[in-house]
């Protein structure tokens, strides 16, 4: 298997990846191939792509898929001054899978380590220092707990945690400004709190997985990635001035709430939690209470 860096809109290789993403993910979870397109064609440097490639029949057989994001402040604010996060960035994980013919290659690890190794060097060029990766999951949680990634939890007392309540924003959006959820049957409006996901988080180069995270610094972070998915994505809409307000105020709803959330956590942190890890809590009595998204 050949791991490829896709950095031209026109490779033919991303019509292969999206027919691979298609039998993955469905409806409002599936990324367009327009909107690949349009990133790797109007911000060269920030979206990483990457593709395994079946040297025999030149099928893509996998795929990792991100960018290299600013941590921002509330709407997507610049965080500068003394003190805050300028300088700073994050990688942020869109998509990884294989085709399930495809075991035993570790294609999966070695996709993932492509993307982070390239984003560190594009972030040397940037002048940025990376905190970590964020993602979201909605399944295989046991593939991104061998990498180091964990999802996240707040503690608001002794015996109790619950997971972070996050959602995937619509990623269409119709002249009325409503989400459109992309099926089969064809488009259908669906709620406006959009898909419910499991967001993970990693350190990069850590000599240990950390326990915990910075409430303050995980809301910067997804503030970075809402403005990458969504607020700076007008061609997401038909670019009427309703869908456009539409799509910021759904997201400045799911800013407010993810911040109401953060707000009580009892010692300010962000708990990093893998599968076995929550289980032994659980075992000792411990309430954990984990976000409905798909696959929880």
């Known amino acids: 298997m050949r791991i490829v860096q896709v950095c031209l809109a026109d490779d033919p290789l991303l019509v292969g990846m999206h027919a691979l993403m298609e039998r993955t993910f469905v409806g409002h979870e599936n990324e367009p191939l327009a909107v690949t397109q349009a990133e790797l064609r109007d911000h060269p440097g920030r979206h990483l792509v990457f593709v395994a490639v079946d040297e025999t029949t030149g099928a893509v057989v996998g795929y990792a898929t991100g960018a290299i994001l600013p941590l921002l402040g509330p709407g997507g604010a610049p965080l500068l001054g003394p003190g805050g996060a300028a300088g700073e960035a994050f990688v942020c994980g869109c998509y990884l899978d294989r085709d399930p013919g495809y075991g035993g290659h570790k294609l999966g690890e070695r996709l993932f380590q492509a993307r982070l190794e390239a ?11 990376l905190v970590g990766y964020l993602a979201e999951c909605s399944t295989k949680e046991g593939f991104f707990n061998r990498i180091g990634a964990r999802r996240l939890y707040v503690r608001t007392g002794p015996q ?34 959009g898909a419910p996901e499991h967001l993970m988080f990693a350190a990069l180069a850590a000599a240990e997985v950390p326990q915990t995270l910075p409430a303050a610094r995980l809301l910067q972070m997804v503030h970075g990635m809402f403005a990458y998915n969504s607020r700076d ?13 539409r799509l910021n105020r759904t997201v400045d709803a799911f800013e407010a709430e993810l911040a109401a ?7 300010g942190c962000v708990h990093l939690l893998a599968q076995a890890e929550r289980a032994e809590l659980r075992a000792s009595g411990v309430d954990v209470r984990d976000h ?3 696959g929880a």
Request: glycine share 12%; proline share 10%.
């Open 119 to 129: 984003a560190g060097q594009q972030a040397v060029r940037q002048g940025v220092d």
């Open 233 to 245: 994505n007008g061609f997401l809409t038909d670019g009427t001035p309703e869908s456009l307000d």
């Open 292 to 294: 409905p998204g798909k």
């Open 261 to 267: 959330f953060l707000a009580r956590a009892e010692d």
């Open 160 to 193: 109790h945690y619950a997971e972070l309540p996050y959602y995937q924003p619509p990623m269409v959006w119709d002249a009325h400004g409503r989400g459109i959820n992309k099926t089969p049957a064809g488009d259908q409006p669906f709620a406006w709190h």
